[in-house]
């Protein structure tokens, strides 16, 4: 890069926050949120992460779980265990591999994803609020592609 198109301290200080920053921030204040929705069924923001994996793709290794989740194997193994025993998730042979367990959504579960269906939409265009429709959708293709070139 040139010296001329090097960006200056000056510039940065105007383009204010680096992306990861204001991405942790906004991370940081929609978990918040979630957790203060999800307080009254006693289920954290993470369990809820997990529940709504398991709603898009039911039938799921602890291990696969865990990758769409965010979290380590070890944490999920914990959250099933936990999810389980509130019969919110039920642990079943895999349809080929018996020795394996696969993760299913039961009925309790998605019942309490129902429940907060709408919470979870309101937070959702409360945290858009502010954009127009057209926006919200470069948002998020934004933060697809994002995702896309960081895996």
Do not use: C
């Not at 039938?59 to 509130?86: C, H, N």
């Not at 591999?97 to 994803?113: C, F, M, T, W, Y």
């Amino acid at each position: 890069m040139s010296e001329a198109a090097r960006p200056t301290a000056v510039d940065e200080a105007e383009a204010g926050p680096s992306l990861l920053y204001l991405i942790k921030r906004a991370e940081l204040v929609v978990r918040a949120r979630l957790e203060e929705m999800l307080k009254p069924a006693g289920v954290t923001a993470l369990q809820y992460t997990a529940l709504t994996v398991l709603e898009r793709h039911d039938g799921v290794s602890a291990a696969q779980l865990a990758r769409d989740s965010f979290v380590t194997a070890q944490s999920m193994a914990d959250m099933v265990r936990a999810l389980e025993s509130r019969g919110l998730v039920r642990r079943e042979p895999h349809p080929r591999n018996r020795r394996e367990k696969v993760i299913r959504l039961a009925g309790p579960g998605r019942r309490l994803l129902a429940d907060y269906a709408e919470p979870a939409r309101r937070l959702e265009e409360r945290m858009v609020g502010e954009l127009v429709p057209a926006d919200v959708e470069r948002f998020r293709d934004a933060l697809k592609s994002a995702h896309r070139s960081l895996s």
